[in-house]
């Protein structure tokens, strides 16, 4: 169990680790007896941009879906500096566990827009409802958002009428309009035809210029390369390698990260 | 009018019973509906195998029966109460018996109506930090809807046929109001046509209502399928 104390930072000493946007502690995660997430420890600081790899079932999606607890995990310790909440083995309350997503914009594989919804009303409920927003004032932030990801004219349509390139675009909008600490992306091109994933591409990589503290799994490797500032390979719930983008792709140490490359370069174009 | 020989305000009121009767017992038993269903879906033991309880028995048992019971339970139970005889009144007794029907199928509903939902909507709701009432409400509920209307509208034309059997309590309803002036007027085709029409006028219209708010429910769906 995963409990959440949020004055325990005040408590603790002021150290080095002030900068850190995100710190997850000996997390473990376990669906029935299979133990999916094994003790896994990473930190993110401010500005980080951490691009997830892995094959396919190595945890990856538990890993992002415990941080927000979609998933909840069974042990260990989340910390998300800027807004001083922590979450560590023991009970955690619902109250607790909204603080903490507040603070994680989660964009998902398969965009999850609400269907019944308009892209404006999606992006404007959660500001609304939990941050507390006025209508005009989330209207104007998403109307800012929408500028941004390149789909202004499309604020009055369903998300069924729109492209799935498009349709992420929003949904990393809908993220961005709770202006998280920290944005977790969940393979948010995968779902798409090869034609429409520059765009997201892009979007993303204007994000991370902006200096946003990112976790992205993603196997667009050439992506990651550019984009990101560390690379952590998972294997089996646990962090197999991790390092700078040039070291990690020209001679990583691990045999299992060898393999899990070579084996992506015939898909290695973009 | 000769056709209706002085019963047409009769009818008239009779017809007007029966929508009161039927759209009372519709929003109760909506209201009963989505408790039933959150209750089988809950994970609380005790409220599912309520749940559970209240749709087996009243789904496996004739409606005229149920209404006879309640009638004459409610009957015994208050007369036990204020120790006197009391008569239960013709109208709460039917709105309460069907309400008691309507709610136990529209459960049934409601529970695979939600089920539909897709996880990722929700977890999209969760994602957000929107509270599990919140989700529910901007997610949960207008997306159900969109899968329950069509057995909700079906529902909804059994329930107002339904009403007829209230009359066999004294219920002043449409079909009562007919047999009482297919009596007094040894007419009794004319009568029974003539609330015939009507049960099928009420029915006719909620067809189309049914397709509209299907349509507007539909929203932003339809158009991928
Ligand atoms: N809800 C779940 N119930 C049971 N097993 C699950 C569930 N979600 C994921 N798993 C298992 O956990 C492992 C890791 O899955 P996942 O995190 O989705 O991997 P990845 O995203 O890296 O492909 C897989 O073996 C998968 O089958
Ligand atoms: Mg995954």
Same mark, same amino acid.
């Given at each position: ?24 502690? $000996? ?20 500005? %980080? ?32 500096? #800027? ?66 990801? #390149?789909?202004? %004219? ?31 992306? %969940? ?10 994933? #520059? $765009? ?10 902006? #200096? ?53 370069? %015939?898909?290695?174009?973009? | ?10 009818? &008239? ?43 087996? &028995? ?168």
């Amino acid at each position: 169990m995963v409990k959440f104390n949020p004055d325990a930072l005040q408590s603790m000493p002021d150290q080095s680790d002030t900068t850190a946007a995100l710190r997850v502690v $000996d997390l473990r995660k376990r669906f029935g007896q299979l133990e999916v997430i094994k003790g896994l420890s990473l930190t993110a600081n401010k500005g %980080d941009v951490i691009s997830i790899l892995g094959s396919s079932g190595s945890g990856k999606s538990t890993l992002l879906r415990c941080l927000n607890f979609l998933e909840p995990p069974n042990e260990g310790e989340i910390w998300i500096g #800027g807004r001083q909440i922590q979450a560590r083995a023991g009970a955690t309350g619902q109250r607790e566990i909204n603080a903490l997503r507040i603070n994680l914009g989660m964009v998902f594989q398969t965009f999850n827009l609400w269907l019944h919804k308009t892209v404006l009303e999606n992006i404007v409920e959660a500001p609304i409802h939990v941050l507390g927003l006025s209508k005009p004032e989330a209207q104007l932030r998403a109307e800012e958002l929408l500028l941004k990801v #390149g789909l202004a %004219d499309k604020r009055h349509a369903y998300p069924s009428q729109l492209s799935g390139g498009q349709q992420q675009r929003i949904a990393i909008a809908r993220a961005l309009a709770m202006e998280p600490e920290i944005l977790l992306f %969940d393979e948010p091109t995968s779902a798409l035809d090869p034609e429409l994933v #520059g $765009d997201v591409l892009k979007v993303i990589r204007a994000l991370a210029d902006e #200096g946003r503290t990112m976790l992205i799994v993603t196997h667009e490797l050439n992506f990651a390369r550019q984009v990101s500032n560390r690379i952590v390979f998972l294997h089996e719930g646990q962090i197999e390698e991790e390092g700078p983008p040039d070291a990690f792709f020209t001679h990583p140490s691990s045999p299992r990260v060898r393999q899990f490359l070579s084996s992506q370069r %015939d898909g290695y174009h973009r | 009018m000769t056709l209706l020989q002085g019963f047409g305000d009769q009818i &008239i009121a009779g017809a007007i019973t029966t929508l009161q009767v039927a759209l009372t017992s519709l929003v109760l038993g909506i209201a009963v509906g989505l408790c039933g269903a959150m209750a089988k879906v809950s994970g609380i033991g005790a409220l599912r195998w309520l749940a559970d309880g209240y749709t087996t &028995i009243v789904r496996g048992i004739p409606e005229l029966l149920i209404i006879l019971i309640l009638f004459f339970g409610g009957t015994v139970a208050l007369s036990a109460l204020f120790g006197r005889y009391v008569e239960v009144d013709a109208f709460a007794a039917g709105v309460f018996a069907l309400t008691i029907v309507f709610g136990a199928y529209a459960t049934e509903v409601f529970r695979a109506a939600l089920l539909a939902v897709p996880r990722s909507q929700i977890e999209a709701a969760h994602a957000l930090a929107l509270s599990r009432a919140l989700t529910f409400r901007l997610v949960i509920l207008p997306q159900m809807w969109r899968y329950a209307l069509p057995g909700l509208g079906n529902l909804w034309l059994t329930l107002l046929k339904d009403t007829a059997l209230i009359s066999v309590v004294g219920l002043e309803d449409l079909m009562r109001k007919a047999s009482v002036a297919a009596g007094a007027t040894h007419d009794p085709l004319t009568f029974y046509l003539i609330a015939a029409a009507l049960y099928l006028t009420f029915t006719s219209v909620s067809l189309v209502g049914l397709a509209l708010l299907e349509q507007r429910a539909g929203r932003g769906v339809r158009i991928s399928e």
